[in-house]
């Protein structure tokens, strides 16, 4: 699956649009962590803690939009963007979307790879 925040691929060229393609997840703060993280927050430095749990959500939402993306028969996903939103204290949603495609090489980036071989 091709994915890129931009509108359009340099080496592929967009044969059909399919529609909007999302995944969310909804994550929430853990005690443990809490602690750790107010006890780094006091020496300065970075939340490990949250950067990880973070890393994990975006990969999960990443998962679940190219799951409907394949699930549409799309060979790729232009526009995509990241958002947060807050849930509730403690809780917040990571969502991403962007819009499936179906892609075909462009001839002549096609042509000229052929040439190189």
């Given at each position: 699956?091709h994915?890129?925040?931009?509108?359009?691929?340099n080496?592929?060229?967009?044969?059909?649009?399919?529609?909007?393609v999302?995944?969310?997840?909804?994550?929430?703060?853990?005690?443990?962590?809490d602690?750790?993280?107010?006890?780094?927050?006091?020496v300065?430095?970075?939340i490990?803690?949250y950067t990880?749990?973070?890393?994990e959500?975006r990969?999960?939402?990443?998962?679940?939009?190219?799951?409907?993306?394949?699930?549409?028969?799309?060979?790729?996903?232009?526009?995509?963007?990241?958002i947060?939103?807050p849930v509730?204290q403690?809780a917040?949603?990571?969502l991403v979307?962007?819009?499936a495609?179906?892609l075909q090489e462009?001839?002549?980036l096609?042509?000229?790879?052929?040439?190189e071989a």
């Open positions: 699956m994915l890129t925040t931009q509108d359009e691929f080496d592929r060229e967009i044969t059909r649009t399919l529609g909007l999302r995944g969310n997840t909804i994550r929430a703060r853990h005690l443990g962590k602690i750790l993280a107010a006890l780094r927050n006091l300065g430095g970075e490990g803690e990880k749990m973070l890393a959500a990969e999960q939402s990443l998962d679940r939009m190219i799951a409907e993306a394949k699930g549409l028969g799309a060979d790729g996903i232009v526009g995509v963007r990241f947060t939103a509730m403690g917040a949603e990571l979307y962007g819009t495609v179906k462009q001839p002549v096609k042509a000229r790879i052929e040439s």
